[in-house]
């Protein structure tokens, strides 16, 4: 079955960086669109970044310039580079494919802004 698997999360200082990864499992890799999504404390669960099979990226607003998503198709690894972290970035990060019109979500990993 498909699995995806977060990880790279954890406590940064404003202005610094992370690297999330999420390891996918079950499907074939690289034919399939890859998004991020992320749930702030008391906010519904919203869209940060997709990447489809060619490689094309979109961003929300909020994370552009700032955050880059990638993947590696020989890995089946999906990655979320985020730069220039604020307090608002603060959030639990998911990985996300759709597949025949059922969504497929990891656990989550929590990202932290403090300083």
Partial sequence: Q???VESGGGLVQP???????????????SVYAMAWYRQRPGK???????????GS????DSVKGRFAISRDNAKNTLYLQMNS??????????CNTKIQGS????????VTVSS
Avoid: H, M
């Fill in 85 to 94: 972290l604020k307090p608002e970035d603060t959030a639990v990060y998911y």
């Fill in 15 to 29: 202005g610094g960086s992370l690297r999330l990864s999420c390891a996918a499992s079950g499907i074939i890799f």
């Fill in 103 to 110: 969504n497929y979500w990891g656990q989550g990993t929590q």
């Fill in 44 to 54: 519904q669960r919203e869209w940060v970044a997709n990447i489809v099979g060619g």
């Fill in 57 to 60: 990226t979109y961003y929300a």
């Fill in 2 to 4: 498909v699995q995806l």
